[in-house]
Structures are given as C-alpha cells and as structure tokens.
C-alpha cells in the first residue's frame, strides 16, 4: 500500500545549496552522484519511490490506461455522454463506433514511449543498485525486489496489449532491437515477479508499511498468469495469497474497493495538499458541480447483470416494450453490489434524492447527441456511485482524494476460479465463485453443480459484478477472444425518465444511435510509428502490416 510520495528532486535540490565559496568546486553540486546515492539507505528509498507513482499511473484515477477514460467505455458496461473527441468525452464513443481511427500514429489505448521510458528508469535504478551500492545484501534484495515489481507491472502494460515485445533488463540499450515473443516477455514477467515475492517481506515496519509486500507480487502475478493462459502459474500464485493467512473479504461490498482494509492487498493514497485526482467532478451527478460531471454512465445492460438478492434472475422485459412503462423498477430489490455501485432514481445520494429525469434537479437525463458534453447530465438515466466520494461535497475548491486500490482479495479468489476452471477442476472454481457471492456482504445462493460453459459464463458473471468498473471487462474480454464476436452490432441502452412521484415513466432508449464495432485486428494494438521509424531491427504486427 503507496501513502507517502517523494520526489528525489528535493533532496537533489537541498544538496545543491553551496555558499559562494565554494565556487571553485569542480564535483558537480546540483545533482546526487552515483556514490552518495547508494552510500545512504535514505537515498535509495527516495530514489524508488519514484516508481510508486505508476500504480496511479495506469489506474482508474490516472491517464495511462486509456487516456483518461475508463476502459469500460468500450464495452456494453458504461457510456460516455459527449460524441466530440476529449478524455472522458467523446473518446471512447469514437473507438466503439469507428474503431478504423485507431493507427500506429494514433492510439489513444497504446502506452508504449512513456511506459518504456519508465522501464528504462527502473532499469537504470537496478544497474546503479548492482554496480555501486554500499548497502547490506539485505536492502539490495528489497530495493530489487521492489524495483522488479515494478519492472514486471509496466511490461504487463504492454504485454496485454500487444503480445511480445521489446525487452531490455539493463542499460546495455539498442537502438535498433526486434521485438521478443509472446512466451519471452510473459517468461520476464513472471520471473521479475517470482524474484520479488521470494524477498519482499509479508509486511513492512510501520514506517515503511505502503510499500510492496511479498502479497502483492504473488496476487499481481495472479493476474498476469491469467493473460499468459499458465493456468497452474496463476493457481499456485492465488494459492500463496491465500496461504498467506493476512487478507479477507470486507463484509461491507462498498469498502472493498476503499482501501485501508484487510481486503487491500495493493493500494494507492492521495493527499488533499497532492498527488490527488478529479474523479469526483468527472463524474458528479447533476446539480453538484456547474456544467461538469456525468462524463461516463453505467447502461441498462450493465444494471441487468445485476441479481435479485434473493438469486433469481429479473424479468426486465416489461421495461423493454416500445413505449414505455409508467411503473418504477424495484431498484431495492437488487442485490447490494448493485445499490454500492451505482445511482439510480429514487437512490439517496449526499443527502439529496436522485430523480435522473429529463427536467430533474438533482439528476438530469439527456439524449445522446443532445449536447456537446453530458454537463453533469445522464443519457442511460443512471450515474457511477463505484469510487465516489460521498463526503466529498465542495468540489469547486478541493480536489479528490480517495484511494486507487489496484489489487484486492476478490480479485484473487476469482483468478484462481478461472485457472481452476481452466485445469479442469471445477469443484474448486465453484467454490472460489462462492466465497466472493456469498460472503455476509453480498449475501447471494452459492453455484451449484457448474461445469463446461455454464461454469465459464458463471465466472465471467461474478467478474463482470464483483469487479464493476475496476478496468478489467474490456482486457478480459480481449483476453478471451470474446470482444469480436460480442462486441461487434450491438447497441447499449438506458431509460429516459419523465414525470415526477409516483407519475414517472420509464422509456427504454437507444443511447448509442448507431451500432458499435470491435475490429478483429484490434486484439493486437500496433507497434507506434516513432518507434517503427527510429529502430530498423522491428517489424509491425502482422495484422497492421
């Protein structure tokens, strides 16, 4: 868990100050040298701090991932409300409906020159830990460990979206160097990973309590396992989390994504004075904040994921029939993932009752098209409730704070049921499944008697729920080839809401106008054109060629 960031620009800048006697001094003073960096333990730690920012990188709450905007844009989960081009504007709604924009000169998802830039400052760290440390062997291998994480995270940035690509491990830089294979860059995935769990500590000394534990290697490496299809790595991996005795499930759904519980296995923490963020003003509903918010809204495909709590399955087809129905649907009596993760009418939300209707006050419904930019107003009728900060209530003068939880246990029990599912043991996918929907918070029947699709399709469902708007549909449905053939001609929905009290009607509504599109070649994005025209030794993708 990541509370506290330093900058080593301020201990460069303190040992830069010299009186002017000094003026004749040939050693450079306005930087650290090699020597006093890895002579002083504290140097270090400000040195590798510097890495700890990439969690907020490639996260929700940062830029990395997708531009700024969720990855679940792209999917039939949430909808963007402007269709001019922007961050967590009209960018996603451009990809869905003409994914031909993307290119190797322009690709909004890619992340390749600044994730290799980071690379290259982490290799560099371990170069000067190797060549020059002065520490105990001991702090070498948690200063490596660390690093390696991190190593290992940014080349699964890459990996998920385009496969093998180039890899460096020292400062021994080509300029002009192919591309590895898909195996080989998973092989130095999981190795830096396998080295980091085997010397970082289960937990830290409370001083130094945010930074990478041996949990974190081993639940990430979970993750990565999955994407590389080595089901038994991902198995023994989510096996050593677990066996790890430290973790468990909040009761609560809604403080499982909080942080600062024992369900957090990897966070990252902001700070009113900075690092902080603006996801609450992105996503505000109407009436919190002038013409802004409402950027992204869950759709009605998303909320009919959703179970009754009892298990049962709702019948929405009374809400489908053209024209509409004067009668509200029975919100409440879904199950309580949906209630924590989404606003609805009729939810209670900073002590004001959303109406999310087409003249609402708090809450407004717009059509798609309508207007240039949602201005805080919703086109499926719903807003995100996941992330938000309910106390958060001026956000003109401060901006957000609340944590990025990167990894948490949930996550973990259903990485070892698709690894499990895919080993061919689905007793044990089955029972992983029901621990997450089970436990006292959710509070949903446990699967029964599940094998082959049916087993596969209840996996997908408990991700698609449990993880809601983490940043996992969009990569998972990559992942499993599923994307092209369920995300090509189909349209996502909402309900424009008219009327007040108990004289609402719902009209269920095309928000999309036109149908979306997933283009095969897109599984594998395009090697960029300012690395292919500066390094003759690569070759595009086959499928950009």
Same mark, same amino acid.
Not at 125 to 130: A, E, S, V, Y
Not at 198 to 213: A, D, F, G, H, Y
Not at 357 to 379: F, I, L, Q
């Given at each position: ?288 904040? /002038? ?63 959303? /109406? ?49 939880? /990167? ?54 469902? /408990? ?83």
């Amino acid at each position: 868990m990541i509370k506290k960031i330093y900058a080593i620009a301020a201990a460069l800048t303190i040992l830069g100050l010299v009186s002017c006697e000094d003026f004749l001094e040939t050693t450079p003073t306005d930087r650290i040298s090699d020597k006093v960096v890895w002579e002083d333990k504290s140097n270090v730690n400000l040195y590798i701090n510097g890495f700890y920012p990439y969690l907020d990188r490639y996260g929700n709450f940062g830029s990395s991932q997708f531009s700024g905007n969720l990855t679940e844009g792209l999917t039939e989960t949430l909808k963007y409300g402007s269709y001019v081009p922007g961050s967590r504007a009209g960018d996603a709604n451009m990809y869905v409906f003409t994914p031909e924009l993307m290119s190797a000169t322009g690709n909004l998802l890619g992340t390749w020159g600044e994730t290799y830039e980071r690379i290259r400052r982490i290799n560099e760290f371990l170069d000067g830990l190797n060549k020059y440390s002065q520490l105990e062997e001991e702090d070498n291998s948690l200063f490596a460990g660390q690093a390696r994480f991190f190593r290992a995270f940014l080349y699964f940035q890459l990996a998920k979206r385009h496969g093998g690509v180039i890899l460096y491990t020292d400062m021994n830089l080509e300029k002009n160097k192919d591309r590895s294979s898909e195996e080989a860059t998973w092989d130095l995935i999981e190795e830096d990973l396998d080295y980091a769990a085997s010397v970082l500590p289960v937990s830290w000394e409370s001083n130094e309590k945010e930074r990478i534990t041996k949990g974190a290697a081993l639940a990430f490496k979970s993750r990565a396992m999955l994407y590389a299809e080595r089901w038994e790595s991902a198995k023994l991996a989510a096996d050593a989390v677990l066996d790890l005795d430290i973790y468990g499930l909040m009761d609560n759904y809604e403080d499982s994504w909080k942080g600062g519980n024992e369900e957090s296995i990897l966070e990252y923490n902001y700070l009113v004075t900075g690092p902080n963020h603006s996801f609450d003003t992105y996503y505000a509903t109407f009436g919190e904040i /002038e013409n802004q918010g409402g950027s992204g809204t869950p759709t009605q495909e998303m909320v009919e994921y959703y179970e009754m709590s009892d298990g049962s399955e709702m019948d929405w087809s009374p809400w489908h029939a053209e024209g509409g129905i004067q009668q509200r649907p029975p919100y409440e009596d879904l199950e309580p993932r949906f209630q924590a993760s989404i606003l609805y009418n009729g939810a209670t939300w900073k002590d004001r009752v959303l /109406e999310n209707t087409v003249n609402g006050t708090n809450g407004r419904y717009m059509a798609y098209r309508e207007d240039t930019y949602a201005k805080g107003r919703t086109t499926t009728g719903y807003y995100l409730r996941k992330f938000l900060d309910e106390s958060h209530r001026d956000l003109v003068t401060y901006r957000s704070t609340q944590t990025w939880v /990167e990894l948490r246990l949930a996550e973990v029990y259903l990485n070892r049921a698709e690894a499990s599912f895919h080993m061919g043991k689905s007793g044990d996918a089955i029972q992983d499944i029901n621990i997450v929907r089970t436990r006292p918070g959710v509070g949903l029947p446990p699967k029964e008697g599940l094998s082959g699709d049916d087993l596969f399709e209840a996996i997908r469902q /408990e991700r698609r729920v449990e993880l809601a708007f983490e940043g996992h549909l969009y990569w998972d449905m990559r992942r499993w080839n599923l994307a092209y053939e369920e995300y090509n001609d189909y349209r996502v929905h909402g309900f424009k809401i008219t009327g007040a009290g108990d004289g609402l009607h719902f009209e269920y509504v095309d928000c999309d106008l036109q149908d979306r599109k997933f283009l095969e070649r897109t599984y594998v994005l395009p090697i960029p054109y300012s690395e292919l025209a500066n390094n003759s030794a690569i070759e595009q993708y086959d499928e950009w060629k």
